[in-house]
């Protein structure tokens, strides 16, 4: 019967998923399997990128923010990178799908909504097993 709850499920949208995957675990199944297709965003550093939307190319590099413990802070929507007005000027970011993310960023530790009251740290051994699809299993 396990088929049927997936029309048994709710459309939140991603930020309250998160919220609620957060809070209760039973949220946390359906939080996993959507981050894959969800837009997230990253801040970066320097000039390597012009302003505006580009495809980024196999020799795109570019330098991730990284917080002081060198997780990598990661955002649901440019709203969330500045909540409690810890980031206060303009900032550079990409904005990609959480499974071209993870894949660029494999072996990292990230945060999700770090500035937020419902932040999510996702370790390498997550990333992994959210990108195989064995994180529900």
């Known amino acids: 019967m396990a088929i ?3 029309f048994k499920r709710r459309k939140y949208s991603f930020e309250i998923l998160l919220k609620k995957a957060v ?3 039973a949220y946390r199944a359906e939080f996993y399997e959507r981050i894959l297709t969800e837009k997230l965003f990253v801040i970066y550093k320097g000039n ?3 302003e505006g939307y580009h495809i980024a190319t196999q020799n795109t590099n570019v330098k991730i923010v990284t917080l002081k413990n060198l997780s990598i802070p990661i955002f ?3 709203d969330r990178i500045f909540d409690e007005g ?4 303009k900032v550079k ?3 990609l799908t959480g499974k071209d993310l993870f894949k660029i960023l494999k072996g ?3 945060i999700i909504n770090p500035y937020s009251e419902y932040a999510k740290e996702i370790l390498p051994v997550e990333i992994e097993k959210i ?3 064995s994180i529900n299993s």
Request: glycine share 4%; hydrophobic share 40%; aromatic share 8%.
């Open 4 to 6: 049927f709850n997936i």
């Open 23 to 25: 809070i209760d675990s």
């Open 48 to 50: 390597t990128i012009s």
């Open 76 to 78: 649901t929507s440019t």
């Open 86 to 89: 810890i980031i206060k000027d």
């Open 93 to 95: 970011f990409l904005e």
């Open 108 to 110: 990292k530790t990230l």
């Open 131 to 133: 990108l195989d699809g």
